[in-house]
């Protein structure tokens, strides 16, 4: 009776604990300590010369990275992402979107899409709006 009430002693603390608790006896326990179900997470590192990058995922918020130095955001392995410059062209700055700089969206136009499956990095870089004067805008109090 006591090898019996300490087996289930030890079966409840594995339900509790989270653990596994076999009963006296068995020869057997699976000791495989592969993990299955795990997606990696991968940094998305983002710059720009000008303005934002907005960073857009299926069925997920956007993030938008409004520093020249650059942000990192974290996905799972795997997401498909869609980056685009905003804005596309900056009268008040007087530039516009030129191309991006780094693998995943080498030759595509100002959307960028790829499935992120490493750390990446990815540059938006503008170029001067030909013909373009800055735009000083005052703010006018009635506004």
């Known amino acids: 009776m006591r090898n019996l009430s300490m087996s289930l002693v030890l079966a409840i603390a594995g339900m509790v604990g989270g653990g596994c608790a076999t009963a006296d006896g068995d020869a057997e326990a ?45 996905y799972l392995g795997g997401t498909q992402l869609t980056i685009k410059p905003f804005p596309l062209i900056d009268r008040i700055n007087c530039v516009m979107f030129s191309n991006w700089v780094g693998e995943v969206c080498h030759g595509q136009g100002s959307t960028c899409l790829f499935p992120l499956t490493a750390d990446t990095s990815v540059h938006a870089h503008w170029i001067p709006l030909k013909g373009c004067v800055p735009t000083i805008r005052i703010h006018d109090a009635s506004e």
């Open 30 to 74: 699976d000791t495989s300590s592969e993990l299955t179900g795990f997606v990696p997470s991968f940094t998305l590192h983002v710059s720009a010369d000008e303005n934002s990058v907005v960073v857009l995922q299926p069925n997920g918020p956007s993030n938008t990275c409004p520093n020249p130095n650059g942000c990192d955001f974290a």
